[in-house]
T-cell receptor, first 112, second 112 residues
């Protein structure tokens, strides 16, 4: 079965600083990969997705992610974090025949 | 605005009760899912459905069942609620084929 690992449970970043959230997956073929964000008390919102093609994908809210097959990674980045980015972030991979399989999430705190 | 709507944001039920969590979509998507979200564990798949009257077990189906009598509605049933089923429950849908999932706002269930 496929799996997703988010090594960082909690990250604190200063407002205006850059951000990178790590995600590693296990999957034999080319994966379908996703990043979601969840603000407190809310459902999950899709930030971006990778299916094929260009390994650097752009998403909403100024986020981007890079697919690196050699490292089995799909890290999320943002050049300058805003206080409103404080939330929980989930990486997911599509498992054929079933559904999206999620990592355990990374909580982002933004300090002023 | 397309939506996945969960009937309740908050529920409090007693141990042993039969509990119904309702989810309705207006997106005409084939696939629907129920996930459970717990701190530190991320989202775990309970059940999913690819078609009306069709259901498949996810990773943690024990203690749950589902019903999909119509394409737009997918219900999660707790046959006899227990305190360890206190959690956030998230409904989602997708077009299938590895495309992204769209989530409802979630139902926070407390079993006392």
């Amino acid at each position: 079965a496929q799996s997703v690992t988010q090594p960082d449970i909690h990250i604190t970043v200063s407002e205006g600083a850059s951000l990178e959230l790590r995600c590693n997956y296990s999957y034999g073929a080319t994966p379908y990969l996703f990043w979601y964000v969840q603000s407190p008390g809310q459902g999950l919102q899709l930030l971006l997705k990778y299916f094929s093609g260009d390994t650097l994908v752009q998403g909403i809210k100024g986020f981007e992610a890079e697919f690196k097959r050699s490292q089995s990674s799909f890290n999320l980045r943002k050049p300058s974090v805003h206080w409103s980015d404080a939330a929980e972030y989930f990486c997911a991979v599509f498992q054929a025949g079933t559904a999206l399989i999620f990592g355990k999430g990374t909580t982002l705190s933004v300090s002023s | 605005d397309v939506k996945v709507t969960q009937s309740s944001r908050y529920l409090v039920k007693r141990t042993g009760e039969k509990v119904f969590l309702e989810c309705v979509q207006d997106m005409d998507h084939e696939n629907m899912f129920w996930y459970r979200q717990d701190p530190g564990l991320g989202l775990r798949l309970i059940y999913f459905s690819y078609d009306v009257k069709m259901k498949e077990k996810g990773d943690i189906p024990e203690g749950y069942s589902v019903s999909r009598e119509k394409k737009e509605r997918f219900s999660l049933i707790l046959e006899s609620a227990s305190t360890n089923q206190t959690s956030m429950y998230l409904c989602a849908n997708s077009r299938g084929g590895g495309t992204e999932a769209f989530f409802g706002q979630g139902t926070r269930l407390t079993v006392v």
